[in-house]
């Protein structure tokens, strides 16, 4: 994989954090890089970081050290501000526990990330509306989240995600609050509406079943990202 091919890559990257009176390393020294258009699963046990390596690539937490390029762009040399302005329009989010906002409907939480960008609404909700169609919740647009159920709600995350065209969606055990039929569906559907569209998806998973889905596979292990076989 050339440089010109690599939509995101780390360069030895590093994390560490204080938790009380103790050091906890999450990466160390980490390379890693993701082809344009590719499905890549980062498999790891609970706590092994594989949550905070996913804030470090959308740069909503900073490495210690090393670079994290997204294009011809280093995240690590934008400040905060800037991080949040790049992470709204180029970047989508599916977590494992929905993050849907309950005081919105579904249509209102698949525009929103169209609005924090400046969309006239009378835009995001021409953008929503197909999305709402493609995961099969349209006649829920009016419908609060409440009323949704696990794996409805999850649909409508993945609509949000994709809402604003981000070149990368990050999912963060997307399958995890699910029963295994529903989240094997949810699967399915994240796969294909990414793929179908070009997007980049950085999922990250304890199950081996999820990750056998991907183009690529990596073993977050003692701070190291360890490419596995298919």
Known sequence: MTETQQTIRLENVSKTYTEGERQRTVLA???AAFAPGEFTAI???SGSGKSTLLNLISGIDAADAGA???GGQDLLALNERQRTLFRRQHIGFVFQFFNLLPTLTVLENVTLPLELTGAPLKTARAQALPL???VGLADRAATFPERLSGGEQQRV???RALAHNP???LADE???NLDSATGESILTLLERLTR???KNLIMVTHSQASAARADRIYRLENGQLLPQPK
């Open 157 to 159: 995350a993945i609509a």
């Open 196 to 198: 179908q569209n070009g």
């Open 43 to 45: 498999l790891g046990k």
């Open 167 to 169: 070149r990368l969606v």
């Open 174 to 176: 997307p399958t995890g």
């Open 29 to 31: 020294d980490a390379s």
């Open 132 to 134: 709402l169609e493609a």
């Open 68 to 70: 994290v390029w997204f």
